[in-house]
Structure formats: C-alpha cells, structure tokens
C-alpha cells in the first residue's frame, strides 16, 4: 500500500509545517543527527572506495554509491532534519500557505547549520582523529574531495539541481511508501543514482569536502565557494522544480479544474491539516 500523488501533495505539505514549527532544540538535535549519518555514509563509501583495486575502474564508484544510501534511509526511518529533504516538504508548506515565509526562512537556516555541525563532527572524529580515514584511505579521501570542488560555479549549481530532484524523489517515496521495506527501497534506488552520476549534495559535501581538507588535499576557500552554489542547486532542484511542479499539478491545477467544472473535490489546504 502506498499514497497517491494526490495524497503525498497533502502529505507533504502536513509534514513542511510540522517540521517549521518544530522548536529551535528538536531541529537543533534532529539535524545534526542527519548530518552525522550522511557523514558516517561518506565514511562507509570512502572506505569501501577506497580497499577496491584501480583497475576496477567505474565498478568503484557503482559499490561505493551502493553503500551511500544507507545515509538518508536511516535519518528518515529512525528522525533527522536534512536540509535537501525539507527544500521539498517545508517549500511545499509555504507554497500552500500553511507557514509563514519567516518560518521557511528559520527552518533553512538552522537546518544548513546544524547539519554541517553533524557532517563536520563525524569528518573530524570519526574520520580524522579515528584514524579510519587515514593511512591506505587518504588517497581516496583526497580524490573524493577535489572530485567535488572540482566543478565552477555553474557545474556545481546544475550539479546541484541533478541532485536535489533525486533525493527529494527518494524522501518523497519514503513518505508514500507505508511499510519498512518500500521506505526503504524507494530512497535506495534514487539516492544510489545521484552518487553514481556524481552529482553534488550540499549536505554529503560538508563532509566529503572537510574530509578532504584534513587530509590535505582541499581548502577552505574551495569549500565556501561549492558550498553556496551547491546549496542554491538543490534548492532549485528539491524546492523549486519538484516541490513546486507537483504543487502546481494537485493543487493549482486541479483546483482550476474543480472551479472551471462546478465541482469541488479539493479540500482546502488548512482543511486537511486540521482533519490529518
């Protein structure tokens, strides 16, 4: 059993407002919890990168993007705050006006802050100082790293938007599914494909990037720079592509529809979140 696109719309929507309204001290928690298990996903991906032979060429990076996703599916079965995954839910909140542009704004800001707090806590604990990063792993660590900050601006932006409208079809197929095994394999499959492409995850590269710079191999400077680029692509990619195409389809365009008709089978937005 699952939702229907119509249903996940509404779904959506009830979930952006209950995460703006969240207090400062359960989105503090929650996303630095997400930031820590994207952060132990890159470590898991490096380090199976990493024990692989050269020759093994592109079947390295198809096992390591196989590991990745164990990432996401944990912080969204078990609780956690990533800023890509809320670009659609908390957006689509504000599309339906069912939070405040001021609520939006707050729910970005502390969740982009207290996810690099995670990611940068796992790069520099239990990466760098745990050594497990270090010895036979830090070439690899370094080659991930400048893989990411590699790209100008506008590759890192395009990049970006790739990649948000895989991981946010990978959440929004965590929230249709209804049973643990759906959940499961409906982000693992989108969220497998991001890494294989290559595409950039500002979250994963708050980790991959700072792994890199403790190995030597990146810079500050590279870091801020992919960081603002990479975090306007997944926007554009989760909150204004694919929260804002299926808004537009269930709820503008079937409304239109029911007016047009005399029939109204659309409930109000607030309807349904009082109702749910």
């Known amino acids: 059993m699952s939702l229907s696109p119509k249903e996940l719309v509404d779904e959506a929507i009830k979930r952006g407002k209950a995460k703006a309204e969240y207090s400062t001290l359960t989105t503090a928690i929650l996303a630095i919890m997400a930031g820590v298990f994207i952060g132990l996903a890159g470590v898991a991906m490096i380090r199976t990168m990493g024990s692989m032979p050269k020759e093994w060429g592109t079947l390295v990076n198809l096992l390591g993007a196989l590991m990745f996703p164990f990432g996401l599916i944990c912080l969204l079965l078990?609780?956690?705050e990533l800023?890509?995954?809320n670009m659609l839910a908390v957006t689509m909140a504000l599309y339906a006006k069912a939070i405040t542009f001021k609520q939006w704004a707050r729910n970005m800001f502390l969740v982009t802050i207290f996810n690099f707090v995670g990611a940068a806590a796992v790069a520099v604990f239990f990466g760098y100082f745990s050594n497990t990063l270090q010895g036979a792993f830090v070439e690899r660590t370094i080659a991930v790293a400048l893989g990411r900050v590699a790209d100008a601006p506008l590759q890192a932006f395009l990049s970006g938007i790739a990649c948000n409208i895989l991981v946010c079809t990978g959440v929004y197929m965590n929230m249709a599914a209804k049973d643990f095994?759906?959940?499961i394999v409906g982000t693992f499959l989108p969220v497998a494909g991001f890494v294989i492409a290559g595409y950039q995850h500002v979250v994963a590269n708050m980790f991959l990037i700072i792994a890199g710079i403790l190995a030597g191999g990146a810079t500050w400077s590279q870091f801020a720079s992919n960081m603002?680029?990479?975090w306007l692509g997944n926007f554009?990619?989760?909150g204004v592509i694919l929260a804002?195409?299926?808004f537009l389809a269930f709820k503008v365009g079937m409304k239109e529809?029911?007016?047009n008709t005399g029939i109204i089978d659309e409930e109000p937005v607030a309807g349904v979140l009082e109702r749910k």
Request: hydrophobic share 40%.
């Open 181 to 183: 095994i759906g959940k």
């Open 78 to 80: 078990v609780g956690g």
């Open 257 to 259: 529809k029911a007016q």
């Open 228 to 230: 603002l680029f990479v």
């Open 236 to 238: 554009v990619g989760g």
């Open 244 to 246: 804002g195409s299926y």
């Open 83 to 85: 800023v890509t995954g």
